[in-house]
Structure formats: C-alpha cells, structure tokens
C-alpha cells in the first residue's frame, strides 16, 4: 500500500452506497471483486483491504509462535518443511 496521504470525499447514495475514488482504490491495492473492511473508532472510519487486513491480523496473532515451537531462524522452518515432506511422502 501506498504511504502518501491525501483527502479524498464521495457521496452517499439512497442506499447507502459509495463509490470508492479511484486513486483510494490504486492506494489501498483494491480492484473490481476485491473486499475492504471498515473499522470504526469513535466518530473514525478507516477502509482497509480486506485481505491485507486479515494477513496482518495472523500475524498480530502469530507473534512469538515461532519461537515457542524452537524456530529462531529461517532455515529451521525450511528445514522443519523438509523433514515434514519427508514424512508425507513415506
């Protein structure tokens, strides 16, 4: 996603619908068919892609994980991937 800031406003529609401005769009990494999440704190509104927000809500929830299973390096978990395709395949 993109750091630059920038204000941008659309209207709201009898349904309630709006349509997301296209450099909003370029600036969240969203295109046709794609999700968004709205998070909402107090009188704040925050649209966020929806995948990169459930990725970084794994990784909220995962941190630390590694280390309490005896992972401290990258190449411990490309070897534990080896050992575990090893067993797979037996």
Do not use: C, H
Not at 17 to 38: C, E, H, M, S
Not at 50 to 79: C, I, N, P, W
């Amino acid at each position: 996603m993109s750091d630059t800031a920038f204000v941008n406003d659309a209207r709201v529609m009898s349904k309630g619908q709006v349509t997301i401005p296209k450099n909003v769009r370029a600036a969240l990494g969203i295109d046709t068919g794609d999700r968004v999440t709205f998070i909402v704190d107090g009188s704040n509104v925050r649209v966020v892609n929806s995948a990169v927000y459930a990725l970084m809500r794994l990784q909220e929830q995962m941190k630390g994980e590694a280390e309490k299973a005896g992972f401290m390096t990258e190449e411990d978990v490309a070897e534990w991937i080896t050992q575990s395709r090893r067993e797979d395949n037996m």
